[in-house]
């Protein structure tokens, strides 16, 4: 008789403690490869890897956030998706959308799929924006997310604009 199990992650894959921007990162691994560590099931029974993204981008604390939103945008995206944390309430810093962190998140999970959520967050933005790159100082294109925090505080968002759902 086969068994079905489902395991349920926590916590972004940047903020695994091996694959994270260390040192702004947990203690535990945050990516699917925690599952084989944290159940002693093998990883080669494992057969799907559902990603969960938001449709902006979040962080607690400190640490870099090339996509980080400073403006009225930023706390429209925190007040409309109730970003604040369930224990603490501390509110989550809140920006645009990182597909540059999305791709490593990707290849370090071997996604199956992915479940994009809060889109209904976006509505009533005039104009949504997409990291599809970063910019070092020197305006070296970087399509990679460095996992050197100091490097990645050094990196800008090279932001793509789409209209809004409004």
């Not at 599952?35 to 990603?51: E, F, I, Q």
């Not at 910019?135 to 800008?156: F, I, K, S």
Request: charged share 20%.
């Amino acid at each position: 008789m086969a068994i079905s199990s489902c395991f349920e992650g926590a916590q972004g894959t940047l903020l695994d403690i091996d694959h994270g921007t260390y040192p702004y990162v947990t203690s535990s691994n945050t990516t699917a490869g925690g599952v084989a560590t944290g159940s002693g099931l093998g990883p080669r029974y494992v057969d799907y890897v559902l990603g969960i993204l938001k449709a902006y981008s979040t962080r607690v604390g400190a640490g870099p956030f090339p996509t980080e939103l400073f403006d009225e945008t930023g706390e429209f995206l925190c007040k409309q998706g109730n970003e604040f944390g369930a224990t603490t309430g501390r509110r989550r810093r809140t920006g645009w959308l990182d597909t540059v962190a999305v791709r490593r998140a990707v290849q370090l999970n071997s996604l199956s799929g992915f479940c994009l959520t809060k889109l209904d967050v976006l509505d009533g933005l005039k104009e949504v924006k997409l990291c599809v790159a970063y910019r070092m100082p020197d305006g070296r294109e970087v399509t990679t997310t460095p996992l050197a925090a100091e490097r990645l505080e050094r990196c800008r968002a090279d932001l793509r604009n789409h209209a809004g759902l409004v």
